[in-house]
């Protein structure tokens, strides 16, 4: 390159914006990558809730209290579940109601993960053009 001041200046501002669109990037691929560990605690929430609806009653099992701690039990009702809707309220909800409020969960989850997915491929996109941009420049 020679000292262009003008080519300079400018393969300065496209190095720069490159930059920018790297940490979007970047920080959309930390968006995607806590949803996708939300879809699938959801995931892990309706497989258990399915295998708890076949458990009999009296049924011996350790809960969770902590991580990795544990307490015996055993179940005194498989009908209802209590869902904490805040302000430390709980309301009795049947397993196919939370069944219901789960999937939707899901779906919001998914549409939320296919929005940020665009998005990611927009600013891939981006970015790899405004690389072949610089390396013109460089030329």
């Known amino acids: 390159m020679a000292n262009d001041p ?6 300065k501002q496209a190095y720069v914006e490159y930059q920018m669109v790297q ?3 970047q920080q959309l691929q930390k968006q995607i990558e806590t949803v996708q560990e939300q879809l ?5 929430v309706i497989a ?9 009653q009296g049924s011996k099992m350790l809960v969770p209290v ?9 179940l005194l009702d498989n009908k209802d579940l209590f869902v904490n809707v805040g ?4 309301v009795t909800k049947s397993f196919s109601e939370v069944n219901e409020m789960l999937a939707s969960q899901q779906k919001e989850m998914e549409d939320v993960y296919a929005q940020l997915v665009v998005q990611f ?3 891939h996109s981006q970015s790899e053009k405004l690389e ?7 030329k």
Do not use: Y
């Open 23 to 25: 940490q979007q990037v």
């Open 87 to 90: 302000g430390n309220t709980t």
């Open 6 to 11: 003008a080519k300079e200046k400018e393969m």
């Open 121 to 123: 491929q927009q600013l």
């Open 40 to 44: 699938q605690d959801i995931a892990n």
């Open 132 to 138: 072949q941009d610089i390396q013109q420049l460089v």
């Open 66 to 74: 902590a991580n990795g701690v544990f307490m015996k039990t055993s």
């Open 48 to 56: 258990h809730l399915e295998e708890m609806k076949e458990v009999k």
